[in-house]
């Protein structure tokens, strides 16, 4: 009977410490993938939540809630804001789309020397 409960506190540990090592190990990873995921997902609700806060406004002014001023006020900060991040969104669209025809040039010249060679190579 000794051996039982010998056996199953050392399986109990083995369990209670993997657990432990499950649950804390996230917190010493390097996480620029989530950062780098969480920032793309950040940016998207944030525009979506300013655009929201936006229509919520001016339903507000509509039914009278709001005074012209503060409408005006809070509906310009709020579509700077947006314009802000639809301006950082264009930005690192065209840096991507400029590295990705950058590659393909650059694969295009390499393919025409490479013809060039052959071509010259048989003369």
Not at 13 to 34: Q, R, S
Not at 109 to 121: L, N, T, V, Y
């Amino acid at each position: 009977m000794e051996d039982i409960s010998i056996i199953s506190m050392l399986l109990t540990a083995v369990f209670v410490l993997g657990c432990l090592y499950l649950v804390i190990i996230p917190f010493f990873k390097d996480e620029t993938f989530l950062d780098h995921t969480r920032k793309s997902h950040t940016n998207g609700a944030t525009k979506e939540a300013l655009l929201t806060t936006l229509n919520e406004i001016e339903f507000e002014y509509k039914m009278e809630k709001l005074s012209e001023s503060d409408y005006r006020q809070l509906k310009k900060q709020y579509e700077s804001q947006v314009a802000k991040l639809m301006r950082d969104e264009e930005t690192s669209t065209e840096k991507a789309i400029d590295r990705d025809l950058l590659a393909e040039v650059e694969r295009e010249i390499e393919a025409s020397i490479q013809q060039k060679s052959k071509k010259g190579g048989g003369k």
